[in-house]
Every structure is written in structure tokens, then in C-alpha cells.
């Protein structure tokens, strides 16, 4: 038979564990929703440059260096905040930033670019979430890191500043070089 | 008296727009027709059970954001194509992960959330089981003598009081 001490300490073991549990809880953003394409190639796309309507972009832009894919929109505020620090990467890295203007209109893009400069090699145009649905974009910004081979090896989700880019994302670009 | 009715009638249409905040544009799910009622149902039920990921507390169903039209628009029109409920599921779990599905798959990472109810019951049964079975296997204490006669004494004097 147990002393009747160890006996009352059994709830509070109990408790703190709970404790503990929905702490942990507590740190969790339930928006942060994992991408099941990680590791996975990027997925086929062929949509017009935002810049150049004739102009058609697929996923082969995306070999043979490591990307950026900024998933962008001229409607979303949280973009303009990164944008800054997106024009810094870009001109500071060996890094292709890659944008991706979705749910956007054609003219609301390019006066985004022009008002604030524009950090991209090139942005796809995706007006009608085309290809966003088949990256699982599902709000901007979004970020993803390809690789050399085309394959997604990270996913931000929403805006990226100098510390995200410090403790996030220059890590994973880091290791694939 | 006039002027009250309008301010009422403007106090309404405010009211009836805060309602409306936050909408991009009002929609229904009468823009998707099926020829076949079995699909129209299969459709609606099948856009109930999946998650909309920007408003995470409201299904496909139900939401307004621009994400859950278009996604609404994509399993239309894979249905139209004649696609399986499971092909759409699948596609969207490819896209956004499990999350989309209210109802978790079953798979080792998700055995606790199915199974763990019925371990925390199964553990409180056990608990309850014991304890009964002590406290049955505890011989029960008799009176003593001196007791007993202090108790007779007692359930006589309440008697007294009766009428």
C-alpha cells in the first residue's frame, strides 16, 4: 500500500501534466498549417509573366538554382510589409526570388511593383487561383524555398522580416547550397 | 415621428451591414446544378465535411472567403468531370494536407485522437472498479455492545416525540 503523501501527489502529477500539454497547446498557431508538399517536386504550371502577357512561365524557371517563390497580391497588406526585406534578399543573395501575384488584377500588380520596386526575377500572373490550388496556397503571402531540382523544401507562411529570414529560411538555403 | 422611423430604418440598414462585414460578396450554392439530385447531395455533403483554411471554424460549405470559392468551383467541377468523392478528397489532401477533412484520417499519428477517449474511459472504469471492489472486500464494522444500547436508546427517545 502507497503512504497516503505519494497518494495526494498523484493529482497534482496529474494536473501538471495537463499543465504542461495545453501550454505547449498555447504555442501552436492553428492558421500555420503544415504543407504536405514538402520534399515533393514544386507542381507543373504554365501561366503568362505578370510583366509580359505573352510571355509563358512553367516550372522549368525553377531548376538549376535554389528559388524563392513569394506567393503575392497587391490587396494584401501583409505583402507590402515584407517587401522591403524581399528587394533586400533579392539583391543580397544568390537566391532567385520568384513572384507569384495571385488573386490579384494585372494593374493593381504592376502599380505594386513600380510604387514599391520590384524584388522579382519574374512573377507568374494567377488571377483566378489556377495554380495556386495545385501549391496548396490558401492566403498571401506565402513563401516557398525550391531547390536546384525543383523540389519545395519549405514553406513560410505569412509575412517574412529579417529575423524569419535569419531563423527560418536562411538555414534551409544554407543546407541546399 | 418621421424622423424616428428613419433613424430606425438607417440604425437597421447599419446593423444589417456590420451583419454583412466582412463578405466579399454574398454567394449560394444554387450557381453549382447537377442534372442527377444523388450528385447535388453527394456535392453538398461532400463541401460540409472539408475545412475551409482561412476560416478554419467554417466549412467549404459555408465560408465566404475567395479560397473556398474557388475550391468550391474546383470540386464542382471535378464532379462534373465525374470524379469519385474519394478523387476529390484526394486531390485536396495532396494540395492542403489533412486538415482539409474534418474528420481525421486513421493513421498512426491520429491513433490517440481516435482511440484516446475510449483509453481515458477504459483507465476511469478501471479506478471505479477498484474502488468498489475494496471497499466490498472491507469488512464492515459492527457496533459494539455499549454502541448498540446507546442506539436503542436513542431511536426510542425519537419515538417519544411521534404523535
Known amino acids: 500500500m502507497k503512504t497516503s503523501a505519494t497518494r495526494a501527489l498523484i493529482p497534482l502529477g496529474i494536473f501538471l501534466a495537463l499543465a504542461a500539454l495545453l501550454f505547449y497547446g498555447l504555442q501552436l498557431d492553428p492558421r500555420k498549417v503544415p504543407s504536405p508538399l514538402i520534399d515533393k517536386p514544386a507542381p507543373d504550371f504554365a501561366l503568362p509573366s505578370l510583366k509580359d502577357p505573352g510571355q ?104 517574412i522580416d529579417r529575423a524569419v529570414w535569419e531563423s527560418e529560411i536562411l538555414p534551409v538555403i544554407e543546407q541546399l547550397q | 415621428m418621421m424622423r424616428r422611423l428613419t433613424q430606425r430604418f438607417v440604425t437597421g440598414l447599419l446593423l444589417a451591414g456590420a451583419i454583412g462585414c466582412g463578405t ?27 475545412r475551409c483554411l482561412v476560416c478554419q471554424n467554417e466549412s467549404l460549405a459555408g465560408s465566404q472567403a475567395g479560397v473556398a470559392q474557388d475550391l468550391r468551383k474546383e470540386v464542382y467541377r471535378m464532379m462534373q468531370e465525374g470524379k469519385s468523392r474519394q478523387d476529390v ?44 471492489q475494496r471497499k466490498k472486500a472491507e469488512p464492515e464494522q459492527d457496533l459494539s455492545e455499549a454502541e448498540r444500547t446507546r442506539l436503542q436508546q436513542l431511536l426510542a427517545r425519537t419515538g417519544d416525540h411521534q404523535d
Open chain 2, 89 to 132: 478528397v484526394d486531390f485536396l489532401v495532396a494540395r492542403y494536407g489533412d486538415f482539409v477533412l474534418y474528420e481525421p484520417p486513421l493513421k498512426p499519428s491520429t491513433v490517440i485522437l481516435w482511440f484516446g477517449p475510449f483509453l481515458f474511459v477504459g483507465i476511469g472504469g478501471w479506478l471505479l472498479f477498484r474502488t468498489l
Open chain 2, 24 to 50: 466579399v460578396q454574398a454567394y449560394t450554392l444554387e450557381e453549382f446544378t447537377f442534372e442527377d439530385p444523388a450528385r447535388a447531395a453527394e456535392f453538398r455533403d461532400l463541401i460540409g465535411g472539408l
Open chain 1, 56 to 159: 509563358t512561365i512553367t516550372q522549368d524557371i525553377l531548376k538549376g538554382k535554389i528559388s524563392l517563390v513569394n506567393v503575392w497580391a497587391s490587396w494584401c497588406p501583409s505583402c507590402r510589409q515584407e517587401h522591403a526585406e524581399l528587394m533586400r534578399i533579392a539583391r543580397d543573395n544568390d537566391v532567385q526570388v520568384i513572384g507569384f501575384n495571385w488573386k490579384d488584377n494585372r494593374a493593381d500588380g504592376l502599380k505594386m511593383l513600380q510604387q514599391f520596386g520590384d524584388p522579382y526575377l519574374v512573377s507568374l500572373y494567377d488571377p483566378d487561383n489556377q495554380a495556386g490550388i495545385d501549391w496548396g496556397v490558401y492566403g498571401a503571402p506565402e513563401t516557398f524555398v525550391v531547390d536546384q531540382e525543383g523540389i519545395i523544401r519549405h514553406k513560410r507562411i505569412g509575412p
